[in-house]
């Protein structure tokens, strides 16, 4: 699967399913059937949408840490707490699980907003709020986490 790219304001209905916009529709053709995994954020009220194969990879990783260590454990377990797996149906549509909807404050306008290998589904106000709060220290983020060494991006 190639690196996702977009953001995009979309509409839940009634019934909190969401219409999956266009772009990324196509970007994810190649998995869509497949199926993917929607989960609780760890940083943010929001919700993160995996491509199964993506959540395989995730979860071949866990799978490596030591289940005899309480806080591997327990890790793995809040981790994985309210995991739903969820497909793409043949409207286009996604079912936001009711559990889901109701940690990530969805109401009716969201934000669908790619994060590399993932989608992340936002509330619209929670999302613009998240932006607007990140703006002020961005700069500075950026530099800490993209500055360290130019040979890393084939600078000499």
């Given at each position: 699967?190639?690196?996702?790219?977009?953001?995009?304001?979309?509409?839940?209905?009634?019934?909190?399913?969401?219409?999956?916009?266009?772009?990324?529709?196509?970007?994810?053709?190649?998995?869509?059937e497949g199926g993917f995994v929607?989960?609780?954020?760890?940083?943010?009220k929001c919700l993160e949408l995996?491509?199964?194969?993506?959540?395989?990879?995730?979860?071949?990783?866990?799978?490596?840490?030591?289940?005899?260590?309480?806080?591997?454990?327990?890790?793995?377990?809040?981790?994985?707490?309210?995991?739903?797996?969820?497909?793409?149906?043949?409207?286009?549509?996604?079912?936001?699980?009711?559990?889901?909807?109701?940690?990530?404050?969805?109401?009716?306008?969201?934000?669908?907003?790619?994060?590399?290998?993932?989608?992340?589904?936002?509330?619209?106000?929670?999302?613009?709020?998240?932006?607007?709060?990140?703006?002020?220290d961005f700069a500075d983020l950026?530099?800490?986490?993209?500055?360290?060494?130019?040979?890393?991006?084939?600078?000499?």
């Open positions: 699967m190639d690196l996702l790219t977009g953001t995009y304001d979309c509409k839940v209905d009634a019934k909190g399913r969401l219409m999956m916009p266009a772009p990324l529709k196509k970007q994810l053709a190649s998995v869509l929607l989960r609780r954020s760890v940083f943010q995996y491509p199964m194969s993506e959540w395989q990879v995730l979860m071949q990783k866990m799978n490596k840490l030591n289940r005899f260590n309480k806080k591997n454990n327990d890790f793995i377990r809040r981790f994985t707490a309210g995991v739903k797996m969820v497909e793409v149906d043949v409207n286009g549509r996604l079912l936001i699980p009711k559990d889901l909807t109701v940690f990530a404050d969805i109401t009716k306008d969201i934000v669908v907003a790619s994060a590399i290998n993932i989608i992340e589904i936002w509330d619209k106000d929670l999302y613009e709020q998240a932006i607007d709060d990140a703006a002020v950026a530099e800490e986490v993209m500055g360290q060494d130019d040979e890393d991006y084939g600078i000499s």
